[in-house]
């Protein structure tokens, strides 16, 4: 299994993440990928690719083009204003208010924005391009022919929109590469997202398109982030109604439990008979993760990464939350040597 990854994500380290009403140092900081790469180098697990080098098209197939803008200016345009810190919005469109986009960048931060843990720093825009061509990088690995590639993403990327970022994401690199595979000339592919928090980013973007079912495994948006998207209701619309599959489940949530709701969802992504997957790898799902409130264990990461290889599909693995330091590098080298084990190459 080829490895993309680069060092470019150390551009991106907020000073601090408001968490409980207070300004603490970032659950998604760089160490999270040095874990994962020791892990990864430990298990053998050494064929390494540079990403190519980040095409702007790829963000604008997912993503509104002024947000994109946004993104890419949006530091210079803060620090011009004469603002000391980092880019983290004050005023949001809240209900009853015009959603209109304002010039000034307070503004526009604010309305681009989906939460406010996220800082914009002088190096975000360096470090989620180069997250989005990873994501790129490795989906055009797996469509000349390979049976697999890990996507090693820092930042994450599921939680960002069509035209909004927030809970660490930017650029939606699981959507990135499931549009690369489209174009690429798969019919159909699914985006299976097991990270603890609800893909809602990638939701959005896919919502009316029957071609990219997305299916997600989460804390239930009652009592999770990011609350407002995730319910069993949410199905689809339009041509894609049907092709969105919410699993949301409940505080204590263990691996029977969560097992079973895996092992019904890749019954669904059978009968959609899609020609790829991109699996949206976060393993925040682990026991001891300090902002989820589920219960596996290391060995279920092992077990239902063989799970994913039985569904037979060439499969896109793109790294996304799992905030339990000293454990992410284990869990995500569990769900990849197990998906290797069961025959997934």
Not at 195 to 212: K, L, S
Not at 311 to 317: D, E, H, K
Request: hydrophobic share 40%; proline share 5%; net charge negative.
């Amino acid at each position: 299994m080829k490895i993309v990854r680069s060092e470019d994500h150390r551009a991106h380290f907020p000073e601090g993440e408001l968490y409980g009403g207070k300004f603490v140092r970032p659950f998604e900081c760089p160490e999270r990928w040095d874990y994962v790469v020791q892990s990864l180098d430990h298990a053998g697990l050494t064929d390494v690719v540079a990403p190519e080098p980040f095409d702007r098209a790829i963000a604008l197939a997912v993503h509104d083009a002024t947000y994109v803008d946004f993104l890419e200016t949006a530091w210079d345009e803060w620090v011009a204003e004469g603002f000391e810190g980092e880019v983290l919005p004050t005023v949001f469109p809240a209900r009853r208010m015009t959603a209109r986009r304002p010039t000034h960048i307070e503004g526009k931060a604010g309305y681009h924005a989906l939460a406010l843990e996220t800082s914009i720093t002088a190096g975000t825009w360096q470090a989620a391009t180069a997250s989005a061509a990873i994501a790129e990088t490795a989906r055009g690995i797996v469509s000349g022919g390979a049976r697999s590639a890990f996507a090693l993403c820092r930042p994450p990327g599921h939680h960002a929109a069509h035209d909004m970022y927030g809970g660490y994401c930017f650029l939606n690199n699981a959507a990135i590469a499931a549009e690369g595979f489209r174009r690429a000339g798969a019919d159909k592919v699914t985006v299976l997202d097991v990270d603890f928090h609800h893909g809602n980013g990638t939701q959005d973007i896919f919502y009316e398109r029957g071609d990219v079912q997305f299916i997600s495994l989460h804390g239930q948006p009652e009592d999770a982030f990011p609350h407002f998207l995730g319910y069993a209701d949410e199905k689809g619309a339009a041509a894609g109604e049907g092709s969105t599959l919410n699993y949301p489940l409940p505080p204590g949530t263990d691996f029977d439990t969560w097992g079973a709701a895996l092992k019904d969802a890749l019954g669904e992504i059978a009968t959609f008979a899609p020609d790829a997957l991109v699996v949206s790898l976060g393993v925040d799902t682990f026991e001891k993760d300090p902002i989820s409130f589920f219960k596996l264990v290391s060995d279920d990461f092992r077990t239902y990464g063989g799970w994913i290889a039985d569904a037979g599909l060439p499969t896109l693995f793109v790294m996304e939350g799992g905030y339990a330091v000293e454990e992410i590098g284990i869990n995500t080298v569990n769900v990849l040597t197990g998906f290797l084990q069961n025959g997934g190459g």
